[in-house]
């Protein structure tokens, strides 16, 4: 099972890629960074996932403490799961004084390959505590299969 | 609030550190930690004196089938802070919802900015 994480931009170009780089790079000067919501700064965060396979199903969990079931968007489009959202800032910080940050916020996305054999039809999520879990049943065929032999 | 933190290891359990934010507004130092997989049953936040306790037992982890993948935290949450002589002890609020947890911290009556009122004759 592959595993990608999102890089955003297209890589196809390495000269481009190498400019924008620069680019970014001198940005860094500028100390008007903050708000350029491209590049380096872009903050697509990738957040830390699980995955179990069990005898039925696989299990894909991903760590998402405050965000709502509505800034959540799970799709799987060829073999492909897509965990991806926003997560918004707690509150009006408007007048409050911020003694120390550690949590990220904005949107993320997490891309995770899903073996062959899966029933993508049917595969289940389901946001509880501020972690998601996708059930990605396997198909029947591709189950493990117990035999059991007789005594003559 | 000092946001001093110690390192917390009784007896040799290890817990992973749940990630927070502090912040102050109109009297109220609000800390909020990141708990994921934390339901209220399994959350426990303690003072003792100056020390502000909190820790949150994970739900169970999936052990029935083998991990392809593994990059989430996997112990219980824990954290302490120290809570300094500003903040009142008697109203400490705690709310928990997806998985972060909000813990109001009051500041005591008269360390708050007062406003004076000018009497006019």
Known sequence: MNLIRWKGNSLLDPVREMERLQDEINRLFEFDRAESGIGLFDRAESPAIDVVERDDNYLVMCDLPGVQLSDLDVSAANNVLTIKGEKKGSRSTKGAKVYRTETWEGTFQRTVSLPSGIDAGRIGAELSSGTLTVTVPKREEDRPKRITVKVM | MNTKEL?????????????????????????????????????????????????????????????????????NFRRTYTLDETVDRNRIDAELSNGVLTVSLHLKEEVKPRKIEVKGR
């Open chain 2, 7 to 75: 390192e917390t290891t009784d007896r040799g359990i290890r817990y992973d550190r749940p990630l927070g934010r502090i912040s102050e507004d109109e009297g109220v130092v609000l800390l909020r930690l990141e708990m994921p997989g934390v339901a209220k049953e399994g959350l426990t936040i303690d003072v003792d004196g100056d020390l502000l306790v909190v820790t949150g037992v994970r739900a169970e982890q999936e052990n029935s089938g083998r991990y392809l993948v593994r990059e989430r935290p996997r112990f």
